[in-house]
């Protein structure tokens, strides 16, 4: 017997005719993969409770194999995630972000409560995604272990900058100079600085409070794409492909 966890569902494999194995983030156990039998039967009680972004208790034994789902409580569903497509392809990178980082067994209660909060935001988002998504992958990233260094230049520590540029091999901000000596910096300028330290402090349920153009926020979240797949060793994410699809008409 595994016992009672609490568990966020990141993804779904049909197992055999009738069953799921489920991804769960839990909080203190990392991620657990477990089966759901008969989630495809017709008439099915738990199809609703086992797809992806649901929040559930659930109960759990240990198979000779797998471990099993005995019993499923819900707690949230985030239906309404479901209900917008820029909802659901920016909670699905949110998954995405959660299944890459984090290993099966490896506590990580940040990882969870962020993920949680970002759901319960995003499933009332109905505008400004970049500014959202932005934020929470300054938070997400920081919460891993590699927080960009905003503070001075992470070369030669100088902290007067006024010409910089952002390094994702390096982790942070570059003075104009420092940046001459490596071959990765990108456009980085005093209102994205201050913006990217305003969006990776600020709370997930008052980014009203920061005032940024969807297009400066765009730049910071392609910024942070780049620099979480450069840390977790990913070349891209499903999710964010199929919204670039999307927003290029398809092409």
């Known amino acids: 017997m595994y ?5 966020i569902i990141l993804k779904e494999l049909r197992f055999k005719d009738t069953s799921k194995i489920l991804t769960l983030l839990t909080p203190y156990d990392g ?11 017709p008439k099915s009680q738990i199809i609703g409770t086992t797809q992806p972004f649901a929040y559930n208790r659930f109960i759990l034994f240990k ?23 820029n909802r659901l392809l920016y909670g699905s990178y949110m998954l995405e972000l959660a299944d890459s980082s984090v290993l099966e067994g490896e ?3 940040k990882i969870f409560l962020l ?8 499933s009332k988002t109905d505008t400004n995604f970049a500014k959202f998504i932005a934020a929470y992958e300054l938070k997400f990233v920081s919460f891993l272990g590699y927080k960009p260094l905003l503070e001075g230049c992470v070369m030669c520590e100088d902290r007067e900058l006024k010409d910089m540029a952002f390094s994702i091999a ?4 570059v003075c104009k ?3 001459n000596l490596i071959n990765d910096s990108m456009y980085f300028d005093q209102a994205m600085h201050n913006a990217m330290k305003s969006l990776l402090y600020i709370p997930l349920d008052q980014l009203d409070r920061v005032k940024i153009s969807p297009r400066m926020a765009s730049k910071i979240h392609d910024i942070m794409v780049k620099y979480i797949l450069n840390r977790i060793d990913r070349r891209s994410f499903n999710s964010l492909d199929i919204l670039k699809s999307m927003k290029n008409g398809g092409e």
């Open 107 to 109: 506590e990580n209660v």
């Open 115 to 122: 993920l949680k909060k970002g759901l319960d935001v995003l």
């Open 63 to 85: 198979g000779k194999n797998f471990y099993y789902i005995n019993q499923i409580d819900p707690i949230e569903s985030y239906y309404s995630i479901r209900e917008n497509m």
């Open 177 to 179: 100079k420092c940046s």
């Open 31 to 41: 991620k657990i993969s477990a089966i759901a039998r008969g989630a495809y039967r």
């Open 3 to 7: 016992g009672r966890i609490e568990g």
């Open 170 to 173: 390096s982790g942070g901000i």
